[in-house]
């Protein structure tokens, strides 16, 4: 009978441990990675899917920090800007020549006309917008407290000293200038108050 021999040449074991495929090692060949559930030493070996959970948990916990701190005073003057910035867009848009007739505006081209609903219309119905936006957010309410304060302020500022300097004052511009200031003061007190909350 023929002999067969059973052992592997040297060259065989050197070059493929355990046979083909690994069948005899403790670990495949050609091990695949796991990126989830593998632990080492009570860490998980790829620590790419724990560094997306915590920045996925931040920012959750941003956005409903950011939605939440809104405090209610604030919330309120939010409002109050929204329904003035909407009472201004209104009147431009539904009856923009008698508004432009009681501030005293005339209109020498359609493109006079154009500016005065760009302006009066669609800016302010965009700050009407923009305050409602700041209802759910810390940041936007910060700005909105920023813009009516300093934009009141710059109001009230040049409505007076054109009117000292051009020596015209009617009840609509002193009531304007005392709306304007108030506007400023209590844009500040938020302002602040988002500072400090």
Not at 27 to 41: N, Q
Not at 71 to 98: E, H, K, N, T
Not at 141 to 159: C, D, E, I, S
């Amino acid at each position: 009978p023929r002999v067969t021999n059973e052992r592997k040449p040297p060259w065989y074991v050197a070059r493929m441990p355990g046979g083909v495929g690994g069948g005899n090692r403790e670990e495949p060949a050609y091990p695949i990675p796991y990126s989830r559930g593998r632990k080492r030493s009570g860490r998980e070996c790829n620590s790419q899917p724990a560094a997306f959970d915590r920045l996925a948990d931040r920012a959750m916990s941003w956005r409903m920090t950011d939605r939440i701190s809104v405090p209610p005073l604030v919330r309120g003057l939010c409002l109050l800007g929204a329904a003035v910035c909407a009472a201004i867009a209104l009147s431009a848009f539904v009856g923009w020549a008698g508004t432009a007739a009681n501030l005293g505006l005339a209109f020498a081209t359609p493109a006079g006309e154009v500016e005065f609903l760009t302006f009066y219309g669609g800016f302010y119905a965009g700050l009407t917008l923009f305050f409602l936006l700041a209802l759910r957010s810390r940041a936007l309410a910060t700005g909105a407290m920023a813009f009516l304060a300093l934009g009141n302020a710059g109001a009230f500022v040049g409505r007076v000293a054109a009117m000292a300097a051009l020596g015209t004052a009617s009840p609509l511009l002193i009531g304007l200038a005392v709306g304007e200031i108030v506007l400023a003061a209590l844009g500040g007190w938020g302002w602040r108050r988002m500072a400090i909350a």
